[in-house]
């Protein structure tokens, strides 16, 4: 869906250009292994990746892009196309690892119930005026799925800018809290597995495979933030003088 976007009309999906398309690292770094050779035959994936890309690219584009929607910050679209793909293709596909998975559809109903109990919870007993839009609020989704609890966080945050009479700023608010709040710590990837990222540089806009386990930062600095500390590939390095050396 990303890749379609800004794909030309006879332009065909090809499996190595798909990180382009994955801002997320945890996704970028996830798609970089599974597409090396040697984890592919691993995985045993070389004989259903390309069938996979096939199919993917005998999809009608035109109606796909009329058919699909997606839930939005206005509420004008709640229960939309792509919140029914999770649930169901895994039932499809696979009942079984859909059990052990507890691959299950929450109703936005609930969704919203939930979210907005515990921002009404955060303003009314917890002394946070803003509820979930307060920048000290970190919201934590360990079965994300789909995104509904994220988006109706969101929303959250969305009326209480309107509320405050600032409905040019929702846009701003919003991604700084998503960037801020839910960005995942060094520590969070070194636990879950990853060895190395890849990490934009915002210098000079390119992007750089970092090894996690030399890095010298604290494991509590957000995986957004080693943007900031990379060397810029586009500016010379200058070296350095030795230690205790006069300064010409």
């Known amino acids: 869906m990303l890749w379609d976007k800004t794909a ?3 332009t065909l999906f090809e499996i190595d250009d798909a990180h382009a398309y994955l801002p ?9 292994d599974i597409r090396h050779p040697k984890r592919l035959r691993a995985l045993g994936l070389e004989d ?22 997606f839930p939005t910050i206005d509420e004008e679209t709640t229960a939309a196309a792509i919140t029914y793909f999770y649930e169901p293709f895994l039932e499809a596909f ?8 507890g691959v299950w559809y929450t109703p936005p109903e609930i969704v919203r119930y939930q979210v907005r109990r515990v921002h009404y919870i955060l303003k009314n007993d917890l002394g946070r005026s803003r509820g979930l839009a307060d920048p000290d609020v970190v919201v934590l989704d360990p079965c994300c799925g789909t995104g509904a609890y994220l988006l109706e966080v969101a929303r959250c945050i969305a009326e209480e800018a309107r509320a405050d009479g600032d409905e040019a700023s929702i846009g701003l608010e919003l991604s700084r809290a998503f960037h801020e709040r839910v960005s995942p710590t060094l520590g969070d990837a070194l636990n879950a597995g990853y060895g190395y990222l890849e990490v934009r540089c915002l210098g000079c ?7 996690l386990d030399v890095v010298r930062r604290a494991k509590t600095t957000p995986i957004h933030e080693l943007e900031r500390y990379m060397r810029c590939k586009g500016l010379p390095v200058q070296a350095q003088p030795p ?3 006069a300064a010409q």
């Open 8 to 10: 030309g009309a006879d």
């Open 24 to 32: 997320i690292p945890f996704l970028d770094a996830l798609l970089h």
């Open 48 to 69: 259903h990746l390309a069938p996979a890309v096939a199919t993917l690219n005998r999809v009608d584009r035109t109606l796909f892009r009329a058919r699909m929607t």
């Open 94 to 101: 696979d009942p079984k690892l859909r059990e052990d998975l």
């Open 205 to 211: 806009d390119t992007h750089q495979t970092v090894a």
């Open 243 to 245: 230690r205790g050396a």
